[in-house]
């Protein structure tokens, strides 16, 4: 079975500071590989995916993503901070297999210090 | 625009009362899901439904029951048998492939009287 871990349950950052959030997963394939990030109280937007090709995924708010096969990890990065950025992040993997259902990290919640 | 409402944003249940919360996409997903979410939990899996009339039960679906008479409708409805239903509860739809990200909807925070 599929798995994915973002081992940072809180990161905190200055604002203007980079950031880069950590996932790993388990998974025997290639994977197909999201990342989410959620306002307070609001549903989840995707910033990025990754399918095949350039391991490194630009995304949206300035965001990208490098997928390293050999760490089985899709971190997730940002050169300057912003307050607005302040969010849970999640990371997700796309199943195979017959079944459609993606898997979720537990998520990475970002605290950004003025 | 395209996208899935959820209604209400806030819902009060009393004891023992059953309480709905809708789910509507115009996306035109064959997929839609239900996820419940609790401080520090991640995303958890309570039902999702790949064709109308048709549903399966994710991790957590005891206390819950939904129905899929229409495509674009997915409603969840929370049941007195579950005894915890505080909650944030995240309505999601997307294709039936593996490479389709979700889209979600903003979410109802269910509260008990």
Known sequence: AQSVTQPDIHITVSEGASLELRCNYSYGATPYLFWYVQSPGQGLQLLLKYFS????????????????????????????????????????VGATGG????TFGRGTSLIVHP | DGGITQSPKYLFRKE??????SCEQNLNHDAMYWYRQDPGQGLRLIYYSQIVNDFQKGDIAEGYSVSREKKESFPLTVTSAQKNPTAFYLCASSGTQPNQPQHFGDGTRLSIL
Do not use: M
């Not at chain 1, 630009?58 to 969010?87: C, M, T, Y």
């Not at chain 1, 079944?99 to 993606?102: D, H, Q, V």
């Open chain 1, 53 to 92: 090709g350039d391991t490194l995924v630009q995304g949206i708010k300035g965001f990208e993503a490098e997928f390293k096969r050999s760490q089985s990890s899709f971190n997730l990065r940002k050169p300057s901070v912003h307050w607005s950025d302040a969010a849970e992040y999640f990371c997700a």
């Open chain 1, 99 to 102: 079944s459609y259902i993606p």
């Open chain 2, 16 to 21: 023992g009362q059953n309480v709905t919360l």
